[in-house]
């Protein structure tokens, strides 16, 4: 009704409730995993591995043949940003890699504590 509510008003209500239900709900954040294959000369599984290793992958299977290595792995969506430049520059261009999304999975809490603090502070500013 025009006459007992306003706009302002359901906008203030719908936010309160929506922060009341959100505190209670024991929420977590969940990050897009990717299934991530490498292929590439065994010379570089090392450098490959450890590439992996420093983007938070978990290591699913290594396989050799013929002097090349296959490697697949798990990796947040997120650590994978630039991964191709990398990984060119630590295997001289003779690496290649393919990825497709697996699941959702929570992030860690370090990574969950960084994400809450840059939405606090970028909400403090709007409003």
Excluded at 37 to 48: C, L, S, W, Y
Excluded at 49 to 67: K, P
Aim: net charge negative; proline share 5%.
């Amino acid at each position: 009704h025009d006459v007992d509510s306003s706009d302002m008003a359901f906008q203030i209500g719908a936010r309160y409730g929506f922060r009341q239900g959100f505190s209670k709900a024991a929420p977590i954040i969940l990050e897009p995993i990717m299934k991530v294959e490498v292929d590439g000369p065994t010379e570089f599984q090392g450098a490959i591995l450890g590439s992996l290793n420093q983007r938070r992958g978990m290591i699913l299977s290594t396989s050799e043949m013929d002097n090349y290595c296959k490697i697949e792995a798990e990796v947040p969506l997120g650590d994978m940003f630039g991964y191709s430049t990398v990984l060119r520059s630590s295997t001289q261009g003779k690496a290649e890699f393919s990825m497709e999304f697996a699941k959702y999975a929570p992030v860690p809490r370090n990574v969950a504590e960084e994400l809450m603090k840059k939405y606090k502070v970028g909400n403090l500013s709007e409003e």
